[in-house]
């Protein structure tokens, strides 16, 4: 589990945009398939992707999928693809063929069946378990990520790609993928910022067993977690 804290959410993000594009140049030849997790942390990276590092991202090697979809449709204002869409897709060069939404107007089920047979299609495999290059987490103050709540701790072990998890105070059904694909993952990375989240990065430092994110952040082949100095705040000390 490697760390990388950064001044402000902004810097951070940079950070990690950097880091994607360092991995996408280290193979320069090779079709990237990213996953890229939803919620409000995402947003401003996906802002300065768009505009100071739009040009010297090989789109055309991206293939762009998601760890999670609210069940919205896309239009309305919870959607992660929507917010993707307005705050990254339209304003880069990434073809529409190579953007795999999660259909989060679908029925729930079908879907999660539906999605996890296109990831099945488009990715490599090991192990009988889909390879992403790169899983783009954040985390909840729950200790939640992807849609894995506290409580639905089975989504981290069962034998599908995507499932169906179920936000706690709402009740909002979600796609979710599941805790396989995440460890099995090339690489992942962790974006959180905020002092709301100082807590959560201390005890996903702390133990693997405090919660989804830390069961992830201990297990996965490869972790990266990038932090402002805030969520920073509990741990800075002991790094
Ligand atoms: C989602 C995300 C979720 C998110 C965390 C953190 O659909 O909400 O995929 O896992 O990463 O809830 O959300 P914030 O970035 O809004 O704190």
């Known amino acids: 589990m490697k760390f990388s804290i950064s001044s402000s959410p902004l810097e951070t993000a940079r950070s990690l945009i950097v880091r994607l594009q360092e991995l996408m140049n280290e193979a320069p030849d090779k079709i990237c398939h990213i996953a890229l997790s939803g919620g409000s942390t995402p947003a401003l990276m996906f802002d300065l992707w768009a505009s100071?590092?739009?040009?010297?991202?090989?789109?055309?090697?991206?293939?762009?999928?998601?760890?999670?979809e609210?069940?919205?449709?896309?239009?309305h204002p919870e959607s992660n693809y929507g917010m993707t869409r307005d705050r990254l897709l339209e304003k880069v060069p990434l073809s529409p063929e190579y953007i795999f939404r999660i259909h989060g107007e679908a029925v729930p089920e079908e879907?999660?069946?539906?999605?996890?047979?296109?990831?099945?299609e488009h990715l490599p495999h090991s192990d009988g378990w889909v390879i992403f290059d790169a899983v783009l987490l954040g985390a909840g103050d729950d200790g939640h990520t992807?849609?894995?709540?506290?409580?639905?701790?089975?989504?981290?072990?069962?034998?599908?790609?995507?499932?169906?998890?179920?936000?706690?105070?709402?009740?909002?059904?979600?796609?979710?993928?599941?805790?396989?694909?995440?460890?099995h993952a090339r690489r992942v990375f962790f974006l959180i910022t905020g002092s709301n989240k100082a807590s959560v990065v201390r005890t996903m430092k702390e133990?693997?067993?405090?919660?989804?994110?830390?069961?992830?952040?201990?297990?996965?082949?490869?972790?990266?977690?990038?932090?402002?100095?805030?969520?920073?705040?509990?741990?800075?000390?002991?790094l």
């Open 70 to 75: 609210r069940c919205v449709p896309p239009t």
């Open 52 to 68: 100071e590092y739009k040009e010297n991202t090989p789109w055309e090697r991206i293939r762009l999928y998601w760890v999670d």
């Open 111 to 120: 879907e999660a069946q539906r999605y996890s047979a296109q990831v099945a």
């Open 207 to 238: 133990s693997g067993e405090s919660g989804p994110a830390a069961y992830i952040a201990h297990r996965a082949r490869n972790v990266e977690l990038f932090l402002d100095a805030e969520a920073a705040a509990e741990i800075s000390t002991t």
């Open 146 to 183: 992807s849609s894995i709540f506290p409580g639905q701790e089975e989504l981290l072990t069962i034998d599908k790609t995507y499932a169906i998890g179920i936000h706690p105070s709402s009740g909002q059904k979600r796609i979710a993928l599941t805790g396989a694909p995440m460890l």
